[in-house]
């Protein structure tokens, strides 16, 4: 089955950009039946999509995040990417990739999910 | 953004209790509503969809209903491994959107 791992940099500084790999195995990242996508977690508050990206490259972002957001994918590592850009200490999170289904009633829900990457912003 | 409303925020309960969670969205979204269970410093899982789907091996002590604006989550016959945070999620319209969470502690 589907499984994802969130890799990247525990600790970032403000106003530098997070960047982020989740590494899908089980599963294609080409595949025309999944979307792949970001979602975070600040420490004891809850979830918040950041995110989406199709196998066509076409991407979904929450608007409230929009203009820092990129997400990218490589399909010959089977790996998609976040970026966030011109960090505060308010993207201080744990983000999760997860995999939602394209199509059927099922579109936008989440599972599963990676072990989460704990992303700390700090000087 | 669809507002999504969970109540109560918490809640202690004993072991065997029966045991609902209310989320509300601000406008209607059908029956596109999911459930997720989350455990400290784990992921959230994904227990329901579609309103009322029970997800595959997820137990059926766990169960929901709803459509329109108002929805539940119930668990019948709390167990131990069942102490954890419940967050309800609209999949109705981008962006997706999630509840604050409802914190099921041990009374």
């Known amino acids: 089955q589907l499984q994802l791992q969130e890799s990247g940099p525990g600790l970032v500084k403000p106003s530098e950009t997070l960047s982020l790999t989740c590494t899908v195995s089980?599963?294609?990242?080409?595949?025309?039946?999944?979307?792949w996508g970001w979602i975070r977690q600040p420490p004891g508050k809850g979830l918040e999509w950041i995110g989406s990206?199709?196998?066509?490259?076409?991407?979904y972002y929450n608007p409230s995040l929009k203009s820092r957001v990129t997400i990218s994918a490589d399909t010959s590592k089977n790996h998609f990417s976040l970026k966030l850009s011109s960090l505060t200490a308010a993207d201080t999170a744990v983000y999760y990739c997860?995999?939602?289904?394209?199509?059927?009633?099922?579109?936008?829900?989440?599972?599963?999910w990676g072990q989460g990457a704990l992303v700390t912003v700090s000087s | 953004d669809i507002q999504m409303t969970q109540s109560p925020s918490s809640l202690s309960a004993s072991v065997g209790d029966r045991v609902t969670v209310t989320c509300r969205a601000s406008?209607?979204?059908?029956?596109?509503l999911s459930w997720y269970q989350q455990k400290p410093g784990r992921a959230p899982k994904l227990l329901i969809y579609?309103?009322?789907t029970l997800q595959s091996r997820v137990p059926s002590r766990f169960s929901a209903s709803g459509s329109g604006t108002d929805f539940t989550l119930t668990i019948t016959s709390l167990q131990p491994e069942d102490f954890a945070s419940y967050y309800c999620?609209?999949?109705?319209?981008?962006?997706?959107?999630f509840g604050q969470g409802t914190k099921v502690e041990i009374k």
């Open positions: 579609s309103a009322s």
């Open positions: 999620q609209q999949s109705y319209t981008a962006p997706w959107t």
């Open positions: 089980g599963g294609f990242i080409s595949s025309t039946s999944y979307y």
């Open positions: 990206i199709y196998y066509s490259g076409s991407t």
């Open positions: 406008q209607s979204i059908s029956n596109y």
């Open positions: 997860a995999t939602s289904p394209a199509a059927g009633i099922a579109t936008g829900t989440f599972d599963p």
